[in-house]
């Protein structure tokens, strides 16, 4: 028996070197190819269900592109585009988009404005489900022209018709067979799950692991031409340690997004850039007036406001190189919206004791908490558990608030049952949390006006709102609606429903071998097709 | 025992449907559901609606129960919400990954945990055996979490900054398998470097386990060794080896043969911290995001997998212990 043990042993060792051997000897050298470590799987893959659009848009080309300039979404033709040109009716509510001649999909089926029709009505069905479905609020109808002219008839003339026309384009051919209902189009092979999918995009998906990774290789039919490079392998990492290290040992090329604490320490690395997408991401503490009757004064959500130290908070999560403090819901991102007349509230407890002390709120019973009427300064924050930053500025908070006297407890939770408490329910006193903003400046009419509207979650009321918001919404050209919009900002800013904290952004670190990326607000991957790899 | 083994498996069927029922009413319990992935602004609330109605979510709760309880029955086991697939394809694609890392790190749980718990009962007391304890003791209160991330720093990190280091002992950061070159090797390539990317993350799923069942096999083969038969052996004039690995570790297994039992289940569970730490798409990684994404179908389609994996673990180690002593009978 010990001469067996010791047989196998010897055996199971040899084995081992041979396959070392064998796996070092085989590992090829493989050029003109990427790696990019991300952290979430991507979902359903259509251009309807609007998720991950970075990589949607790269397989679905729409009529027009877009990219981010100057402050603002700027629609064009370029080789993304479906369309060789667009143009307006006399009256302005008509679109019309000549499509490029000798587009085809991946299986070499012409793409025709049959496609685009079949596209925007399977938007609109209601089974279908998809989160843009609201892009038909102003759409009368699609009409094909003929095979290569699409018409899209619009209610009214308005800013936003080249973006709600410019939604990637489905092949009819492939999901005309398929029920317009969203499991049955979300299960169809190549959106979920293994399965080449019939795209128009300069890339073809391939090789798709579920929750492991999946690749992107030239699609030879596109419009869009050949892309720089070969094959673009995106892998699934979602501990964030590992991703870094994963890029600092070659594992991978690039990493989005890069945890923010890391990403002073790999912008100055050498051998690799940090590219950031811009300040497209804000937190605040909201004030539910519905729920704890004293925040609807505005003073004392001034005065809770000023207590906030934020700089102090930025600094003591070492990311104050990529954030800046948010002077209102308008991200400095947006300079035709955002009036730089506002400022950010400053931490003055002194200032923010007083505004309590006016409006009645004092220590009358000298236990540290403020009161009135018998009544207690004192109410329950909520913030995620399961979001690090989130949970220690809570806690910050809690503390600065606490030297004022106002008395907060903090209850986390995790960030489906933190959504369903805050922004289904509407459940809550106080809570910390966050969004990312938008292309379009929608969000301020979702969040903050009318009162009943579906996210606005403090109950928050505005007169000037409410001829603000429906004339910015109801003007004819950009520059119209933005003086609206910008109005109703200085007022959301002044009225303070939410502390606002500060706009962050998000980073994306590469290897230096990367060049000829364009990667801000708009996109990370949005020229992909572009990036060139040094060999 | 075929008959023992029968009544065991129909007895296991009420504990199974309990089970499974406890966890749709805790899911149900729990705040949100699988739309809340949709709740945002600028999504229409009629879309979340449409979803809900679309998924049966506005069915009252026993009617939901019904549905799934009959489809499951008829042997479908319904449809992920959150992977946007079957969830037959869901789990044939995670088990396998999960089997391979599980079962790698079973092998090592018993080999390890084994070897080490005959070595420090045979030089009990001895300086080996002390700085074995105090090893197995550090290794145990270790979480896998952390070790992962150790590994991965000393093993992948640090030492490819040390140019005479072997490649072959500089592990894979993370991953299943090389993402560029694997589909270009040929079979032995690709062995290789499957088990190179074994390596990191078994040893951190494995090792603490395996310093658990050394504190075990070492008190048991303690006990056995002091009894009369050991003493005769060593008597009849039988070699130190002979006595302790022919004589005692047969019964000195038998304490073993309960955990082996019990860490069956964990083959299909997998690990979530060290499955997230080395990108390891398994089971471990499926259940926790089914749960935080609300998917209710795949919670339940995992949840009885595991059930059913508990009952077979304990079913197979009654089993066993009847093949190796005799003493046990089932009637």
């Not at chain 2, 979803?51 to 009252?60: A, F, R, S, V």
């Not at chain 2, 040893?203 to 056995?224: D, K």
């Not at chain 2, 004039?237 to 297994?253: D, S, W, Y």
Request: charged share 20%.
């Amino acid at each position: 028996m010990v001469d067996r043990a010791r047989r196998s042993s010897l055996t199971s060792a040899i084995a081992l070197a041979a396959l070392a051997t064998a796996y070092g000897c085989e590992r090829p050298a493989v050029e003109n190819t990427i790696v990019i470590g991300v952290e979430y799987d991507v979902g359903a893959l259509l251009p309807i269900f609007e998720g991950d659009r970075d990589i949607t848009h790269l397989l679905y080309l729409g009529l027009n592109s877009a990219r981010w300039e100057r402050g603002r979404v700027e629609y064009i033709i370029d080789e993304l585009s479906l369309a060789e040109r667009w143009a307006f009716s006399a009256d302005s509510t008509v679109l019309t988009y000549y499509m490029k001649t000798g587009a085809e999909w991946s299986d070499g089926e012409p793409i025709d404005a049959a496609d685009v029709v079949f596209t925007y009505e399977l938007l609109r069905q209601p089974e279908v489900a998809s989160p843009i479905s609201y892009f038909w609020e102003d759409i009368d109808s699609v009409v094909a022209v003929d095979a290569g002219t699409v018409a899209f008839h619009f209610a009214r003339r308005s800013p936003i018709m080249l973006f709600r026309s410019g939604i990637g384009i489905m092949p009819e051919h492939v999901f005309s067979n398929v029920a317009a209902e969203h499991d049955a189009l979300a299960s169809h092979p190549g959106v979920s799950g293994p399965g080449d999918p019939v795209v128009s995009g300069p890339f073809l998906l391939t090789d798709r692991r579920p929750g492991e990774s999946f690749a992107l290789v030239p699609n030879p039919f596109s419009v869009a031409g050949p892309p720089n490079i070969d094959r673009i392998v995106f892998r699934i990492i979602p501990e964030d340690a590992t991703r870094v290290i994963e890029l600092e040992t070659g594992g991978v090329d690039v990493i989005s997004p890069v945890p923010l604490a890391e990403s002073a320490r790999l912008s100055h690395a050498p051998g690799f850039r940090v590219a950031q997408t811009g300040q497209r991401y804000y937190e605040y503490v909201a004030w539910n007036e519905r729920r704890y009757q004293p925040f609807s004064d505005r003073n004392v959500r001034l005065a809770l406001s000023l207590a906030i130290d934020r700089e102090n908070i930025l600094r003591g999560m070492g990311i104050e190189e990529f954030a800046s403090l948010a002077r209102g819901p308008i991200s400095p991102l947006f300079p035709q919206i955002d009036d730089p007349s506002v400022e950010s509230d400053p931490f003055r407890p002194d200032s923010a004791a007083a505004l309590l002390d006016a409006a009645g709120w004092r220590d009358s019973d000298g236990d540290g908490v403020r009161d009135r009427d018998g009544q207690p300064l004192r109410f329950v924050m909520l913030a995620q558990s399961d979001n690090q930053r989130r949970y220690d500025t809570a806690g910050i908070i809690q503390a600065q608030l606490a030297e004022i006297g106002v008395d907060v407890e903090l209850r986390t939770y995790e960030w489906i049952t933190f959504r369903d408490i805050v922004f289904n329910a509407k459940d809550f006193e106080a809570a910390l949390a966050g969004w990312s903003v938008t292309l379009e400046l929608h969000y301020l009419d979702d969040q903050f006006h009318p009162v009943d509207a579906d996210y606005n979650i403090t109950g928050y009321t505005s007169a000037a709102l409410d001829s603000l918001v429906p004339a910015a919404k109801a003007a004819d050209t950009e520059s119209e609606a933005a003086a609206y919009w910008r109005a109703a900002a200085v007022e959301i800013a002044r009225d303070r429903p939410f502390a606002f904290l500060w706009f962050h952004t998000e980073g994306v670190a590469l290897s230096d071998r990367i060049s000829d990326y364009k990667i801000d607000f708009y996109s990370v991957y949005q020229n992909l097709h572009r990036w060139t790899v040094d060999r | 025992m075929t008959a023992y083994v029968a009544r065991r498996l129909l007895g296991a069927i009420p504990l199974v449907l309990g089970i499974l029922t406890l966890i749709f009413i805790l899911m149900q319990m729990a705040p949100g559901d699988p739309t809340a992935m949709y709740i945002r602004p600028g999504v229409p609330p009629e879309v979340v609606q449409q979803l809900k109605t679309n998924w049966g979510l506005d069915q009252p709760l026993h009617v939901q129960y019904w549905r799934w309880m009959k489809s499951f029955a008829s042997g479908d086991m319904g449809y992920s919400l959150s992977h946007h697939r079957p969830i037959t394809a869901v789990l044939a694609d995670r088990i396998p990954n999960t089997l391979i890392l599980s079962g790698v790190s079973l092998v090592l749980i018993f080999a390890i945990g084994i070897a080490v718990g005959i070595v420090q009962a045979v030089r009990q007391y001895s300086l080996l055996d002390n700085a074995l304890t105090f090893a197995a003791l550090f290794i145990y209160s270790m979480p896998s979490f952390w070790l992962a991330l150790m590994l991965i720093l000393v093993f992948a990190y640090q030492v490819s900054f040390i140019s005479w280091w072997p490649d072959w002992l500089t592990f894979p950061v993370s991953g299943m398998t090389d993402s560029v070159g694997y589909e270009s090797l040929g079979f032995w390539g690709k062995l290789g470097d499957r088990v190179h990317h074994l390596v990191l993350p078994s040893i951190a799923l494995g090792v603490s386990s395996a310093a658990a069942v050394a504190r075990y096999m070492r008190s048991s083969m303690l006990e056995v060794i002091r009894q009369d038969y050991i003493r005769t052996a060593r008597a009849k004039g039988l070699p130190e080896r002979t006595v302790i690995l022919k004589h005692a570790l047969k019964n000195a297994l038998l304490p073993i043969i309960t955990l082996f039992g019990l860490y069956l289940p964990f083959l299909l569970s997998g690990a979530v911290l060290v499955e997230y730490v080395f990108a390891w798409p398994g089971m471990g990684r499926t259940i926790v995001d089914a749960i935080s994404h609300r998917d209710y179908p795949l919670v339940m389609a995992v949840s009885f997998l595991f059930a059913v994996m508990v009952v077979i673990g304990n079913l197979i180690a009654d089993v066993l212990y009847a093949a190796i002593d005799p003493r046990i009978r089932y009637d």
